[in-house]
């Protein structure tokens, strides 16, 4: 198995057998797409669903964009032998996971699914929302992914400095 990790922004598309194309998630939205009949597939990673008005012109940073992510990942399956009509979508994250920054992960679950609707691209497999860190790993040619939601990180304790005999502090 060859995998192929991707980040926010990217995206990957593969019609070879044995590739795993994985991300980590947290109020970011991954699209995994398939042609079932090429055995194509890809996945992207995308922080926003659209441009605000203040960033509406501007062409630098559009790949963190959904609209911008879904065009170029659906154009890359289509240069490797997919067909539009026959695509399938499994959507991934869309999480809230930090409360000060409202609700920009159901945002970008929203448009992930209405950017389904308008295309009318099936959607499978949908596991949006919540308040944890999704991993998500992609089986392009199989079409099949696995997703896990991320345990949550264990309390940080505090560090008490040891001293040495030498004068010196240690501190683990």
Do not use: W
């Not at 170029?72 to 920054?101: E, F, K, S, V, W």
Request: net charge neutral; hydrophobic share 40%; glycine share 12%.
């Amino acid at each position: 198995m060859r995998r192929i990790p991707i980040i926010q922004g990217e995206h990957r598309v593969t019609a070879e057998p044995g590739v795993i194309i994985s991300t980590l998630l947290g109020s970011c939205v991954a699209v995994c797409l398939q042609d079932p009949v090429a055995r194509v597939g890809g996945m992207n990673h995308f922080l926003l669903g659209e441009p605000g008005l203040d960033d509406a012109g501007q062409r630098a940073g559009q790949e963190r964009y959904g609209v911008h992510a879904m065009e170029l990942l659906i154009n890359a399956m289509m240069q490797r032998g997919a067909t539009r009509t026959r695509l399938r979508a499994h959507l991934y994250g869309g999480a809230n996971i930090i409360a000060g920054l409202g609700s920009i992960g159901s945002s970008n679950a929203a448009f992930a699914r209405r950017f389904m609707e308008t295309e009318g691209i099936e959607i499978g497999r949908c596991e949006l929302g919540g308040t944890r860190a999704r991993k998500v790993e992609f089986m392009p040619y199989e079409g099949r992914v696995r997703s896990q939601l991320v345990a949550d990180a264990a309390p940080v304790m505090p560090v008490k400095p040891v001293a040495l005999p030498d004068g010196d502090v240690e501190l683990f």
